[in-house]
Protein backbone atom coordinates (compact mmCIF):
# COMPACT_ATOMS: atom_id res chain seq x y z
CA UNK A 1 0.00 0.00 0.00
CA UNK A 2 1.27 3.39 -1.37
CA UNK A 3 2.12 6.43 1.60
CA UNK A 4 -1.71 7.95 -0.56
CA UNK A 5 -3.55 5.03 0.93
CA UNK A 6 -1.78 4.76 4.86
CA UNK A 7 -2.89 8.53 4.46
CA UNK A 8 -6.51 9.12 3.95
CA UNK A 9 -8.08 6.59 1.53
CA UNK A 10 -7.37 4.97 -1.27
CA UNK A 11 -7.07 8.57 -3.82
CA UNK A 12 -7.35 10.93 -1.49
CA UNK A 13 -6.61 13.42 -4.33
CA UNK A 14 -8.93 12.56 -6.56
CA UNK A 15 -10.38 15.22 -8.06
CA UNK A 16 -7.68 17.93 -7.31
CA UNK A 17 -5.41 19.51 -9.84
CA UNK A 18 -2.19 19.69 -8.99
CA UNK A 19 1.13 21.93 -10.36
CA UNK A 20 4.60 21.18 -9.56
CA UNK A 21 7.56 23.31 -10.11
CA UNK A 22 11.12 22.26 -11.08
CA UNK A 23 9.57 18.22 -11.94
CA UNK A 24 11.71 17.42 -14.42
CA UNK A 25 13.73 15.50 -11.70
CA UNK A 26 14.55 14.70 -8.51
CA UNK A 27 12.23 15.85 -5.58
CA UNK A 28 9.94 17.27 -8.14
CA UNK A 29 9.53 14.45 -10.19
CA UNK A 30 8.75 11.96 -7.51
CA UNK A 31 6.76 14.64 -6.12
CA UNK A 32 4.70 15.15 -9.11
CA UNK A 33 4.24 11.24 -9.59
CA UNK A 34 3.21 10.69 -6.06
CA UNK A 35 0.65 13.06 -6.20
CA UNK A 36 -0.89 11.83 -9.68
CA UNK A 37 -0.83 7.86 -7.58
CA UNK A 38 -2.54 9.84 -4.81
CA UNK A 39 -5.53 10.67 -7.74
CA UNK A 40 -4.81 14.26 -8.88
CA UNK A 41 -4.01 16.22 -12.22
CA UNK A 42 -1.08 17.04 -12.93
CA UNK A 43 0.58 19.94 -14.74
CA UNK A 44 4.40 20.01 -14.02
CA UNK A 45 6.90 22.50 -15.49
CA UNK A 46 10.44 23.03 -15.67
CA UNK A 47 13.20 24.87 -17.57
CA UNK A 48 14.61 21.34 -18.34
CA UNK A 49 13.15 18.59 -20.34
CA UNK A 50 10.04 16.92 -18.26
CA UNK A 51 10.00 14.10 -21.13
CA UNK A 52 10.97 11.66 -18.43
CA UNK A 53 8.65 12.60 -15.22
CA UNK A 54 5.57 12.85 -18.19
CA UNK A 55 6.01 9.64 -19.03
CA UNK A 56 6.43 8.13 -15.43
CA UNK A 57 2.92 10.03 -14.74
CA UNK A 58 1.29 9.11 -17.75
CA UNK A 59 1.94 4.95 -16.79
CA UNK A 60 -0.80 6.17 -14.05
CA UNK A 61 -3.06 8.53 -15.15
CA UNK A 62 -4.04 10.30 -17.90
CA UNK A 63 -4.02 13.36 -16.41
CA UNK A 64 -1.10 15.17 -16.96
CA UNK A 65 0.59 18.00 -19.01
CA UNK A 66 4.08 19.33 -19.07
CA UNK A 67 5.03 23.01 -20.12
CA UNK A 68 8.10 24.32 -19.94
CA UNK A 69 8.79 26.76 -16.98
CA UNK A 70 10.63 29.51 -15.99
CA UNK A 71 9.92 30.47 -12.30
CA UNK A 72 11.38 33.74 -12.84
CA UNK A 73 9.52 35.21 -15.66
CA UNK A 74 6.14 36.33 -14.50
CA UNK A 75 4.16 35.46 -17.97
CA UNK A 76 5.67 31.75 -18.24
CA UNK A 77 4.37 31.10 -15.06
CA UNK A 78 0.96 32.64 -16.16
CA UNK A 79 1.06 30.38 -18.99
CA UNK A 80 1.46 27.24 -16.82
CA UNK A 81 -1.44 27.77 -14.51
CA UNK A 82 -3.23 29.03 -17.65
CA UNK A 83 -2.64 25.47 -18.71
CA UNK A 84 -4.03 23.84 -15.70
CA UNK A 85 -7.25 25.94 -15.94
CA UNK A 86 -7.91 25.08 -19.68
CA UNK A 87 -7.05 21.28 -19.68
CA UNK A 88 -8.28 20.47 -15.90
CA UNK A 89 -10.55 23.29 -14.60
CA UNK A 90 -8.49 24.54 -11.30
CA UNK A 91 -6.07 24.46 -9.34
CA UNK A 92 -6.51 23.25 -6.00
CA UNK A 93 -2.44 22.30 -5.24
CA UNK A 94 0.71 23.91 -6.17
CA UNK A 95 4.12 23.10 -5.10
CA UNK A 96 7.04 25.07 -5.54
CA UNK A 97 9.77 22.94 -6.18
CA UNK A 98 11.90 24.75 -8.51
CA UNK A 99 15.18 25.99 -7.33
CA UNK A 100 18.83 26.02 -7.46
CA UNK A 101 20.57 23.67 -5.48
CA UNK A 102 21.99 20.15 -5.81
CA UNK A 103 24.06 21.91 -8.30
CA UNK A 104 25.62 24.63 -5.76
CA UNK A 105 29.63 24.31 -4.66
CA UNK A 106 30.24 24.50 -1.04
CA UNK A 107 32.14 28.28 -1.01
CA UNK A 108 33.02 30.71 1.33
CA UNK A 109 30.41 33.88 1.67
CA UNK A 110 33.25 36.03 0.86
CA UNK A 111 33.98 33.90 -2.55
CA UNK A 112 30.14 33.50 -3.58
CA UNK A 113 29.76 36.77 -6.44
CA UNK A 114 27.05 39.29 -6.70
CA UNK A 115 25.51 37.42 -9.89
CA UNK A 116 25.15 34.29 -8.19
CA UNK A 117 23.79 35.56 -4.89
CA UNK A 118 21.21 37.17 -7.59
CA UNK A 119 20.57 34.01 -9.92
CA UNK A 120 19.69 32.05 -6.14
CA UNK A 121 17.58 34.33 -4.97
CA UNK A 122 15.74 35.02 -7.89
CA UNK A 123 14.85 31.45 -8.74
CA UNK A 124 14.20 30.04 -5.06
CA UNK A 125 12.73 32.58 -3.44
CA UNK A 126 11.18 35.46 -6.29
CA UNK A 127 10.43 32.35 -8.77
CA UNK A 128 8.27 30.74 -5.33
CA UNK A 129 6.67 34.64 -5.40
CA UNK A 130 5.91 34.40 -8.84
CA UNK A 131 3.99 30.96 -8.72
CA UNK A 132 1.99 31.88 -5.28
CA UNK A 133 0.82 34.90 -6.98
CA UNK A 134 -0.02 33.09 -10.06
CA UNK A 135 -2.28 31.22 -8.87
CA UNK A 136 -4.51 33.39 -5.79
CA UNK A 137 -6.95 34.46 -8.40
CA UNK A 138 -8.23 30.87 -9.40
CA UNK A 139 -7.77 29.65 -5.80
CA UNK A 140 -9.53 32.79 -4.50
CA UNK A 141 -12.91 31.94 -6.93
CA UNK A 142 -12.77 28.25 -5.63
CA UNK A 143 -12.29 29.25 -2.27
CA UNK A 144 -9.80 26.79 -1.63
CA UNK A 145 -6.11 25.60 -2.07
CA UNK A 146 -3.26 24.47 -0.86
CA UNK A 147 0.30 26.20 -1.46
CA UNK A 148 3.51 23.80 -0.40
CA UNK A 149 6.83 25.88 -0.45
CA UNK A 150 10.10 23.60 -0.06
CA UNK A 151 12.28 25.51 2.05
CA UNK A 152 15.35 24.01 4.07
CA UNK A 153 16.28 22.87 7.45
CA UNK A 154 19.47 24.55 6.79
CA UNK A 155 17.59 27.80 6.78
CA UNK A 156 16.68 27.23 10.68
CA UNK A 157 19.99 26.00 11.68
CA UNK A 158 22.45 27.72 9.78
CA UNK A 159 25.17 25.96 7.50
CA UNK A 160 28.18 27.33 6.20
CA UNK A 161 29.33 27.08 2.54
CA UNK A 162 25.96 28.08 1.26
CA UNK A 163 24.62 31.30 2.37
CA UNK A 164 22.97 32.36 -0.66
CA UNK A 165 20.99 29.07 -0.59
CA UNK A 166 20.50 29.51 2.98
CA UNK A 167 19.33 33.29 2.82
CA UNK A 168 16.94 32.13 0.15
CA UNK A 169 15.26 29.52 1.85
CA UNK A 170 14.94 30.97 5.01
CA UNK A 171 13.12 33.74 2.52
CA UNK A 172 10.75 30.95 1.88
CA UNK A 173 9.82 30.44 5.35
CA UNK A 174 8.92 33.87 6.50
CA UNK A 175 6.97 34.09 2.57
CA UNK A 176 5.17 30.96 4.06
CA UNK A 177 3.88 32.71 7.14
CA UNK A 178 3.23 36.44 5.38
CA UNK A 179 1.11 34.95 2.48
CA UNK A 180 -1.15 32.02 4.90
CA UNK A 181 -2.02 35.66 7.21
CA UNK A 182 -2.77 37.26 3.50
CA UNK A 183 -4.88 34.48 1.96
CA UNK A 184 -6.46 32.66 4.64
CA UNK A 185 -9.51 34.52 5.05
CA UNK A 186 -9.85 33.61 1.13
CA UNK A 187 -9.16 29.35 2.07
CA UNK A 188 -5.73 29.05 0.71
CA UNK A 189 -3.48 27.89 2.96
CA UNK A 190 0.44 28.14 2.66
CA UNK A 191 2.63 25.70 4.44
CA UNK A 192 6.10 24.63 4.00
CA UNK A 193 8.53 21.54 3.97
CA UNK A 194 11.50 21.61 4.97
CA UNK A 195 14.05 18.87 4.02
CA UNK A 196 17.31 17.72 4.94
CA UNK A 197 19.92 16.85 2.96
CA UNK A 198 18.17 14.89 0.40
CA UNK A 199 20.08 11.94 -1.78
CA UNK A 200 18.66 13.31 -4.74
CA UNK A 201 20.12 13.21 -8.38
CA UNK A 202 21.75 16.82 -8.17
CA UNK A 203 23.10 16.04 -5.05
CA UNK A 204 24.65 12.45 -5.68
CA UNK A 205 26.32 14.10 -8.72
CA UNK A 206 27.63 17.24 -7.00
CA UNK A 207 31.34 16.95 -5.96
CA UNK A 208 31.03 19.36 -3.19
CA UNK A 209 29.16 16.51 -1.10
CA UNK A 210 31.35 14.08 -0.66
CA UNK A 211 30.98 11.25 1.79
CA UNK A 212 32.88 13.29 4.46
CA UNK A 213 30.39 16.05 4.43
CA UNK A 214 27.34 13.77 3.99
CA UNK A 215 28.16 11.51 7.00
CA UNK A 216 29.07 15.07 9.21
CA UNK A 217 25.52 16.12 8.20
CA UNK A 218 23.77 12.67 9.35
CA UNK A 219 25.73 12.73 12.34
CA UNK A 220 23.66 15.92 13.46
CA UNK A 221 20.40 14.01 12.94
CA UNK A 222 18.78 12.26 15.85
CA UNK A 223 17.56 9.29 12.94
CA UNK A 224 21.16 8.86 11.50
CA UNK A 225 20.98 8.05 8.46
CA UNK A 226 19.93 9.54 4.91
CA UNK A 227 17.49 11.24 3.61
CA UNK A 228 16.25 9.96 0.07
CA UNK A 229 13.12 11.80 -1.90
CA UNK A 230 10.59 9.26 -0.93
CA UNK A 231 10.98 10.03 2.84
CA UNK A 232 9.47 13.82 1.72
CA UNK A 233 6.06 12.07 0.23
CA UNK A 234 4.31 11.20 3.49
CA UNK A 235 4.26 15.04 4.80
CA UNK A 236 3.82 16.12 1.27
CA UNK A 237 0.18 14.03 0.63
CA UNK A 238 -0.32 15.53 4.37
CA UNK A 239 0.06 19.43 3.24
CA UNK A 240 -2.04 18.97 -0.35
CA UNK A 241 -4.65 16.55 1.11
CA UNK A 242 -8.25 17.74 3.21
CA UNK A 243 -6.14 16.20 6.17
CA UNK A 244 -4.09 19.49 7.05
CA UNK A 245 -7.03 21.71 6.02
CA UNK A 246 -6.88 23.79 9.60
CA UNK A 247 -3.09 24.06 9.13
CA UNK A 248 -1.64 27.08 7.42
CA UNK A 249 1.94 29.27 7.91
CA UNK A 250 3.71 26.22 9.09
CA UNK A 251 7.48 24.62 8.10
CA UNK A 252 7.60 21.25 8.90
CA UNK A 253 11.06 19.70 9.01
CA UNK A 254 11.82 15.94 7.29
CA UNK A 255 15.22 15.91 8.39
CA UNK A 256 15.57 12.88 10.88
CA UNK A 257 15.63 14.98 13.75
CA UNK A 258 18.64 17.47 12.70
CA UNK A 259 16.31 20.58 13.15
CA UNK A 260 13.99 20.31 16.34
CA UNK A 261 11.60 23.17 16.40
Same mark, same amino acid.
Given at each position: MSDADQLTGVKPLAGKVAIVTG *? !?? !?? !? @? %?? *? %??? @?? *? !????VIGDISSTEETYRAIESIRRNVAAVRLDVTDGRSVAAMVDVAIRQFGSVDILVNNAAISGILKLQPLTEISSDDWDRVLAVNTRGTFECIKAVVQPMKKAGYGKIINLASGTAIKGSPGLAHYVASKGAVISLTRAAARELGDFGIRVNAIAPGLTMSAGILNNASWNSDVVSRNVATRAIKREVYPEDLIGTLLFMASPASDFMTGQTICVDGGSVMI
Open positions: *A !GQ !GL !G @A %TF *A %TEL @AR *A !GASI
